[in-house]
């Protein structure tokens, strides 16, 4: 909670004192979630009895429409019948979420009290367990998401995106509930020994149970949500009006459209709501520990956090987020990370003062929606886990909110059409004021003066228009389905259009998931030797016993199991990995699980060698290491080795062993873009296996040996240079964001395209603030790309001060930037083309600083780490079939990155086709105003049918086919589509259409009155028959054609319409009905569409004459003058020229400063030498941290920028 500046001015008495004190209060701004992704601010109210009675009386008097806008708006119906107060005696509460400081979502909540008192003990209140969960006088202690913890009997709480926040007197603010997994130490999870059914019922009070429920709305809840809407409640208003006129065809019409739309709309958001709640909700009967020998089964549902669970030896799904007490597990999550190798989970060390991080613990948890396949455990000893989270709180639970609760809309195209119809609703206004003052002075009945000024409202904002703009979006969904691109939303299908910027993940998307072995280069006497390809040359040399040890590999139905690099290392060396012939439960009772042989004649004497698997530490991608502790048959000693980074093995192995030219040797690899894994190891004398069991990681991982380096090979997919080329050829931004080393990223990047022939490669190397001295950033670049000054001679301070460079940073740079220097964040995201060592949440940092400087980004990838980015992007394209990748709006079955220029190429010609239809409409709209309200002149109008007509055999005909215009399938062009519908352009555009429009219904309406046949007009009850009638209806006919031929424009991003076969087809044949219709008509049509035919053909003559012209006409100001001369010519012209650069386009005026300011001040050397050295720490922390020391001094390689990231 932030209190703001307030004053409170002093009073004479203490009532006024008082009051000032509420009133500070009141005016208070309070946070839940401060500083957190999820920020929200909150304000408290109270029920006011006045307010409610005044409201409600209102709501009465107009009999229900103010409790109709009190739906649109809840926040004003909470103004309005509640008054401000402090949280602290609230009974509701406003919470305000500003998205990104832009997009303000508000939800009313409910402040509930709830009590602990009410659970009955059927155990008899016997429980005892860490906590006050046994005291029934204390209630139960929880933990919150600040780390505290809090023992509650009875509390205040609310619910807000399915979260239960409790109100914390101490802190006088609303905390988010957690799990176990806040404020708790390691030693005291291990300290959970079971719940009693007391315990359990009271956590379950708080709690819950533990399911994600999803609600599935009955046809009935959602046909009144649909028809609440206010589109359908002035579409009702529009059917009400139609009525009173007796303009019942197209009212049936409308009503067949909406109710097939309305029908449709339920049948779909019923069966998404299905799917969601078939795969979210699932149930199991699980076993719990109740303490001492005494186990029980029962349902998943009633778990609780602090409950300790079995897992059983033949695996299960996971039903809660749990962290394992006792054995291991090898577990399937791929339906959360997309990653199909499976994961062993080891047990949580007993660390007493080292808190439970679900970050740096993850391999010892479980988590909901994952599934264990099989468990390894002591003896008899079961495998336990207790419960971390359940419900919404669980990693699955997390990741339906974010479906149900997606990021606010942020698409100007959407906001602008809603804009647009208030200016037509101001013209309709118009309208209605032209009429009432025409009619009324004519003493026109008062009756039909009001139907004729409330009929102008629904034609200038027509109630086929949402209809229509969604036809272009349904025909770019199906294409991409048949493309096997698959859209969960197809409104996102034309923000894909404004794509200007797209972001890709490296392994799995732009190149292979697996990798191939290249070779090794073994370490001897400090000199790297020979690289080696064939590992059978190595003939038991430690590198290759190392390589067929250091691993985490298992069997699963005898066949090898882990992670693919895993897998390919070993199975290069030809060893053969060996699991006794026992059951799993024995396993732990032997010394060694797990032995590696080496093939037979490979060892010494024609022995084959053996060597146990000891123990195991995990891969952790924070440490950047995993290793393993083996002994060598026959051996008393134990050996650990450790693979990892080679900045970080480097680190921990003695400096005599390490090669003097390894900075050298690795950049020569990883600029040729391969995978290097180092490999050390260190010989453990003298220890006993009990003892190794107990020692702490970081005692075990220091003094390596250096052995040497791994090299693989990771191809690109043959679809992604060719792809990266289309996208740049378009000047589409390209940025790589991956977990990889930065030497291999930028070797990737140069050999796929995303950096260019001839751009130089900008590497950023920040330096945090350390003893006193501020942080530093470094711009280093290699001399043969450096800036040339005048004499000839490297500038080596000089700014690049040209637009042909490019940056790349690893997440550490991208960290201390943010922090120590956030005035830079624009211009790396501006010029950032690769971002290496990503972590999953700077990822989507990165992609929200992108779209917060105008970019519209896309965002591809495969995994769960590219979960949040592929969420907070505008577009989203997962290559992946897993859980978590829907909350992406699109997914490809073909796990490659062609998939993106079909998703932008659809989504330009969907917005172009959006764009179309929505001027199409528009004009269609005051077509017809404009033919109203010159027959409204001389008492005439259109007839019921001649309106029928147009609504149904023009309009909805065209709208329906407009959008089956395909994709243009040359290349992409530069500029995407107008995403505005209130910028010059199209609104020039829509002008010069109504002018012409206007100008001829107008040369019709008076030319038809020069002929000698003409005759004025007499009124006649229910008959608008007369020559201007007839002059104005057959002219706009044509117009109607003309405005579909027109607005539907084809290249660059749609195919010509010539090309659109019903289109076509539709248009010829209305031409020749409407030609018919104005030319020869039968008797039988002039009478029932009600109007004379002239006497004289040479005016029949003039009307086509006039309808060719006006094709002709705004065919020419379409193409020619809009598209051509306005947004060809004129406006690159003046926005050159004027500099002008919009809040949406930030990153142009990132750019332009830039070039006027030579930067980056580009170096050839990093004006630092860092040296590594480790140092041991104790507790709590349970890892090794690198220091680095600073010496002035030359280090001309990339290799040591990526040392320095890493290490800081």
């Not at 072995?517 to 400090?526: A, E, Q, S, T």
Request: contains cysteine; hydrophobic residues 40%; neutral net charge.
């Amino acid at each position: 909670m932030l209190p703001t500046d307030s004053t409170a001015t002093k009073g004479t008495t203490a009532e006024a004192t008082k009051q000032n004190v509420c009133a500070a209060r009141a005016a208070r701004v309070n946070y839940i979630n401060y500083n957190e992704e999820d920020q929200m601010e909150v304000l408290g109210y109270t029920w006011c009895r006045l307010r409610s009675t005044l409201t409600w009386a209102g709501v009465v008097l107009t009999l229900g429409a103010l409790r109709l806008v009190f739906h649109w708006y809840p926040q004003l119906l909470l103004y309005a019948t509640h008054a401000p107060c402090p949280l602290s005696t609230a009974t509701k509460l406003l919470v305000v979420d500003n998205y990104l400081g832009r997009f303000k979502t508000y939800f009313v909540k409910d402040v509930k009290t709830i009590s602990t008192e009410g659970a009955s003990s059927s155990s008899g209140g016997n429980a005892a367990h860490a906590g006050s969960a046994g005291n029934p006088s204390c209630g139960v202690r929880v933990q919150l998401s600040n780390g505290f913890s809090k023992d509650i009997q009875k509390f205040r709480a609310v619910w807000i995106k399915k979260l239960c926040y409790i109100w914390d007197e101490n802190r006088s603010e609303f905390v988010k509930l957690a799990g176990l997994d806040k404020g708790l130490t390691k030693s005291e999870l291990h300290g959970y020994s079971g719940l009693h059914e007391y315990q359990q019922q009271l956590r379950r009070t708080v709690y819950g149970f533990n399911n994600i429920p999803v609600e599935v709305q009955s046809r009935l809840k959602l046909l009144l949500l649909e028809v609440i809407n206010p589109f359908y409640i002035f579409q009702l208003f529009t059917l009400c009006v139609w009525a009173a006129e007796g303009y019942y065809y197209y009212l049936i019409a409308i009503v067949l459209m909406t109710s097939f739309g309305v029908t449709s709309t339920i049948i779909q958001t019923r069966k998404n709501q299905q799917s969601l709640r078939d795969t979210v909700q699932s149930s199991d009967v699980v076993t719990v520990w109740r303490g001492a020998d005494k186990y029980e089964e029962l349902p998943t549902k009633q778990l609780v956090p602090g409950d300790v669970i079995i897992i059983p030896p033949h695996g299960c799904d996971m039903h809660c987020d749990a962290v394992l007490l006792s054995g291991t597990c090898i577990v399937n999550e791929s339906m959360l990370t997309g990653e199909s190798v499976p994961v062993n989970k080891t047990s949580l060390p007993r660390l007493s003062g080292v808190l439970y991080d679900q970050k740096e613990d993850v391999n010892h948890t479980l988590f909901c929606g994952t599934k264990v396949i099989q468990t390894r455990f002591y003896g008899k000893e079961k495998v336990r886990a207790v419960v971390l989270r359940t419900g919404f709180l669980t990693a699955k639970g997390s990741l339906v909110r974010s479906i149900m609760y997606p990021p606010p809309a942020d698409f100007k195209f959407d906001q602008d059409s809603y804009k647009f119809i208030g200016i037509l609703a101001a013209i309709a206004t118009i309208g209605f004021l032209y009429t009432l003052v025409l009619k009324i002075g004519r003493e026109v009945a008062a009756g039909d003066v009001a139907i004729k000024a409330l009929d102008l409202i629904t034609i200038v904002i027509p109630p086929a228009l949402p209809a229509a703009m969604t036809v272009g979006k349904l025909y770019a969904q199906n294409r991409l389905h048949a493309c096997k691109i698959y859209c969960i939303n197809s409104r996102v299908i034309n923000v894909a259009g404004s794509i200007n910027c797209v972001c890709f993940d490296k392994t799995g998307t732009l190149t292979e998931d697996g990798m191939d072995m290249w070779g090794v280069l073994p370490v001897d006497d400090r000199r790297f030797q020979a690289a080696v390809k064939d590992m059978a040359l190595l003939s038991r040399e430690p590198l290759q016993l190392g390589m067929a040890s250091c691993h985490s590999l298992t069997l699963i139905n005898g066949a090898l199991s882990g992670d693919p690099l895993d897998v390919k290392m070993f199975e290069a060396t030809g060893w053969k990995l060996e699991e006794p012939e026992v059951a799993d439960q024995e396993k732990y009772d032997l010394i060694v699980p797990t032995i590696v042989k080496s093939p037979a004649g490979r060892g010494h004497d024609e022995l084959p060698s053996e060597i146990a698997l000891v123990h195991q530490f995990q891969f952790s991608s924070t440490l950047q290491r995993m290793s393993v502790v083996t002994r060598e048959l026959g051996s008393q000693d134990f050996v650990l080795y450790c693979k990892g980074s080679p900045e970080m093995v480097v680190s921990l192995s003695r400096p005599e062993t390490v090669p003097e030219e390894l900075n050298v040797t690795l950049q020569t690899y990883t600029e040729q873009g391969y995978r290097v894994i180092a490999l050390g190891r260190r010989t453990l004398a003298e220890t006993s296996y009990t003892k190794i069991q107990r020692m702490r990681r970081e005692d075990m991982e220091k003094d390596l040996e250096f052995l040497g380096m791994i090299v693989l090979e990771n191809r690109l997919k043959p679809e992604t240079e060719p792809v990266i080329g289309v996208l740049k050829a378009a000047h589409l931004k390209i940025v790589m964001i991956t977990g990889d080393n930065i030497l291999t990223a930028v070797s990737v990047a140069k050999e796929c395209g995303i950096f260019s022939p001839g751009e130089t490669v900008v590497n950023v190397t920040a330096v945090p603030a350390v003893k006193g001295t501020p942080a530093r950033v470094f711009y280093t670049s290699p001399k043969d790309l450096m800036a040339v000054i005048p004499n000839g001679q490297h500038d080596v301070e000089a700014g690049i001060g040209q637009e042909c460079f490019k940056l790349a940073l690893t997440g550490k740079t991208w960290a201390i930037i943010r922090d120590s220097f956030p005035e830079l964040v624009p211009r790396l995201c501006t010029r950032g083309a690769v971002f290496a060592r990503m972590s999953s949440d700077q990822k989507q940092q990165l992609v929200q600083e992108l779209q917060g400087l105008g970019y519209y980004v896309a965002m591809c990838g495969d995994g769960a780490n590219d979960c949040g980015a592929l969420k907070a992007a505008h577009v989203g394209i997962s290559l992946s079939e897993a859980e978590s990748s829907v909350a992406s709006p699109f997914t490809s079955k073909d796990a490659n990155i062609s998939c993106v220029p079909k998703v932008i190429r659809e989504g330009r010609a969907a917005l172009s086709t959006s764009s179309g239809i929505f001027k199409f409409m528009v004009a269609y709209a005051l077509t017809e105003f404009i033919s109203c309200i010159i027959l409204y002149a001389v008492e005439s109008n259109l007839f019921d049918l001649q309106f029928l007509f147009i609504d149904i055999c023009l309009i909805v005909n065209f709208g329906f086919f407009f959008g089956k215009t395909r994709a243009y399938a040359g290349p992409l062009v530069r500029d995407p589509p107008l995403t505005s519908l209130l910028s010059f352009i199209p609104l020039t555009s829509l002008t010069l259409h109504v002018t012409i429009i206007t100008a001829v219904q107008l040369g019709a309406f008076f030319w038809v009155r020069q002929f000698p046949w003409y005759s004025d007009y007499k009124r006649i009850p229910d008959s608008y028959a007369c020559y201007e009638n007839y002059a104005v209806y057959c002219v706009s006919l044509f117009q109607y054609i003309a405005s579909a031929v027109a607005f539907s424009q084809g290249k660059p991003y749609r195919k010509e319409i010539y090309t659109n076969v019903a289109l076509m087809i539709s248009l010829v044949i209305m031409t020749l009905i409407c030609a018919y219709k104005t030319m020869y008509p039968a008797q039988w049509i002039t009478d029932y569409f009600g109007y004379i035919q002239p006497p004289a053909f040479d005016f029949k003559v003039i009307i086509l004459c006039l309808a060719v012209s006006h094709f002709v006409l705004v065919v020419f100001a379409e193409d020619v003058l809009v598209n051509y001369v306005l947004a060809k010519i004129i406006r690159p012209m003046w926005k050159k020229k004027a500099g002008l650069t919009t809040n949406e386009e930030k990153f142009l005026a990132v750019d332009r400063e830039l070039a006027a300011e030579m930067w980056p001040p580009v170096t050839t050397e990093l004006p630092i030498k860092l040296n590594a050295s480790v140092t041991e720490l104790r507790a709590p922390l349970d890892t090794a941290e690198i220091h680095f020391r600073a010496e002035r001094g030359p280090e001309s390689s990339l290799a040591s920028h990526e040392m320095a990231d890493q290490a800081l």
